[in-house]
């Protein structure tokens, strides 16, 4: 697996607004939110390509939205094994954050073209039609 988006809180101490909108994205309680939050630890982590990829991708646009516009209190970080409680953390931006995005859609779409040509459904790679944004 190519790993994972990890997000943790921006902010130690979080105010009753910020807990609202954490719960809003996570389904943490109250009060484990707040824990987290002090400890420094997940609410959230986004594994790339297992389960519900692409849907979660579109999970991970709207947290990095919200972080960029301030409505969620959160950091992003990428990690190799997020299976692995204490795998290396790599803090990123939002924009890097996007571009590992680009990079995992261009990776999709190699996969999909690949595919379609081993299955004759196209029989060059000029004859592929690249998969809609929320498909790859």
């Known amino acids: 697996m190519p790993g994972a988006f990890r997000f943790k809180s921006s902010k130690d101490t979080l105010s009753a607004g910020d807990i609202g909108a954490l719960r809003r994205i996570c389904p943490l309680s109250f009060g484990e939110i707040q824990r987290r939050a002090a400890d420094g630890l997940v609410m959230l982590d986004v594994p790339v390509f ?51 995005l680009q990079r995992f859609r261009d990776i999709a779409l190699e996969q999909d073209r690949q595919q379609q040509l081993a299955l004759g459904q196209i029989a060059s790679p000029n004859d592929y039609v690249p998969l809609l944004e929320h498909e790859a």
């Open 50 to 100: 297992s389960g519900e990829w692409p849907a979660s991708k579109t999970t991970v646009v709207g947290l990095l939205a919200g972080i960029e516009d301030g409505s969620l209190p959160l950091r992003v970080l990428w990690v190799e094994a997020c299976e692995i409680p204490d795998a290396d953390e790599t803090p990123v931006t939002v924009s890097e954050a996007r571009e590992h």
